[in-house]
T-cell receptor, first 115, second 109 residues
């Protein structure tokens, strides 16, 4: 299997649930990202891990908790979410964070609905 | 503030040519990217421009004018499979990627 794989593809959860999103990349990259994509809005960067170290946290609420156990895996732990958190959550990877022309490789995303 | 502007939606005819514009205001400039995203799928890289001018890649071309803060993506010989959203993103002087909201392109037979 190649590329960036995200599971699950769809997730419906209540506001009191705890769930986790998983991302795996098979590209040998060193940087991994979580983005939030809402309809008709720009992609919002949530977290960046470079060589397993968190380098960016764009004022994301604590109900979102990332985990990066190694360069190939990235998790987003979710708890006590709000309905406005419903969105498509995209994982991406790149060779290294911050290089000028490096392109991102995205997974297909998890479509999250919070009821 | 920093922002990227691109049209929300465009419609074009199969076989025709369409130009999707992107204007940007960012703190510095270190390159501009175009990505394609089909509905329900991952965004995929299309092009990268860092110098002024036109970059051609098959049916797709991307143009950049840094002095005008302007880029466009040109799609020729449109096919139905080109129906997708096209995302413009600029890397600023802090190497942050600033994204536009995307342009949904609808191709009609």
């Amino acid at each position: 299997e190649t590329g960036v794989t995200q599971t699950p593809r769809h997730l419906v959860m209540g506001m009191t649930n705890k769930k986790s999103l998983k991302c795996e990349q098979h590209l040998g990259h060193n940087a991994m990202y979580w983005y939030k994509q809402s309809a008709k809005k720009p992609l919002e960067l949530m977290f960046v891990y470079n060589f397993k170290e968190q380098t960016e946290n764009n004022s994301v609420p604590s109900r979102f908790s990332p985990e990066c156990p190694n360069s190939s895996h990235l998790f987003l732990h979710l708890h006590t979410l709000q309905p406005e958190d419903s969105a498509l959550y995209l994982c991406a990877s790149s060779q290294e964070f911050g290089a000028g022309n490096e392109k991102l490789f995205f997974g297909s995303g998890t479509q999250l609905s919070v009821l | 503030g920093q922002n990227i502007d691109q049209p929300t939606e465009m419609t074009a005819t199969e076989g025709a040519i369409v130009q999707i514009n992107c204007t940007y205001q960012t703190s510095g400039f270190n390159g501009l990217f175009w990505y394609q995203q089909h509905a329900g799928e991952a965004p995929t890289f299309l092009s990268y421009n860092v110098l002024d001018g036109l970059e051609e890649k098959g049916r797709f071309s991307s143009f950049l004018s840094r002095s005008k803060g302007y880029s466009y993506l040109l799609l020729k010989e449109l096919q139905m499979k080109d129906s997708a959203s096209y995302l413009c993103a600029v890397r600023n002087s802090n190497y942050q990627l600033i994204w536009g909201a995307g342009t949904k392109l609808i191709i009609k037979p």
